[in-house]
């Protein structure tokens, strides 16, 4: 199975400068430091509330220097949103390959989604909360979601092939599982809370049971 993923926000884009300002060692690591700046910031307190001030401070950098790279910070995640799409098709196309027991495959792809989440973690709380009010990432979202609703979609549909949950409506299922995966990493890791220490194997292992049992059932 294939699955698709979006391309991006529309307008997304690299960081400012081209050969100028990130072409000296300094320019990157100026740039770089931004970048981990608004992660760390992003996983504490949340993406609506952090301004620019917020970067540089964490940063320790002038706002100016923010300004050589993006022009706000909707720019700076348009630019991670762009980036993220190949790691998302990379962490996902394993959980989908065929000859794949049921149980493993639930379990891969709990892991790929968890596994997504915390790696990404800047991105998916960044673009979570901006689709709550920008248009562009509420259809990014939407978009970027849809990939995991059509394969847990096809996954129920091959269940009741096999005779389980019979009734079940496989999309509508699809949508509660995704939203469930979404919402219960979201709890566990943002906020802070994946710097304060989080049993990865256990969020995975309880993810994959409440997903296997929701479909594997007669």
Request: glycine share 8%.
């Amino acid at each position: 199975m294939t699955v698709e993923q979006p391309a991006g926000p529309k307008g997304a884009a690299g960081p400012k400068g081209g050969q100028g300002a990130r072409a000296t060692v300094r320019g990157r690591a100026t740039l770089a430091a931004i970048e981990a700046a608004a992660r760390r910031f992003v996983a504490r307190k949340g993406f609506l509330t952090m301004t620019v001030a917020d970067i540089t401070q964490e940063a320790g950098r002038s706002p100016a220097s923010f300004y050589n790279y993006f022009d706000s910070k909707e720019a700076l995640l348009e630019y991670w949103a762009r980036d993220f799409v190949e790691e998302v098709k990379t962490r996902v196309r394993p959980a989908y390959r065929h000859g794949v027991p049921a149980q493993d495959r639930v379990l891969e792809s709990a892991r790929g989604h968890w596994d997504t989440y915390r790696g990404r973690l800047a991105e998916m709380v960044g673009v979570s909360q901006l689709a709550m009010v920008n248009e562009d990432f509420a259809q990014y979202w939407e978009d970027l979601c849809e990939g995991a609703v059509v394969g847990i979609a096809e996954m129920v549909a091959r269940a009741q092939r096999e005779g389980y949950c019979p009734g079940a409506d496989p999309r509508l299922t699809a949508c509660a599982l995704v939203a469930m995966l979404n919402q219960f990493c979201y709890d566990r890791l943002a906020n802070g809370r994946a710097e304060q220490g989080v049993d990865d194997d256990a969020c995975v292992r309880t993810l994959a049971q409440v997903w296997y049992h929701a479909i594997y059932w007669k």
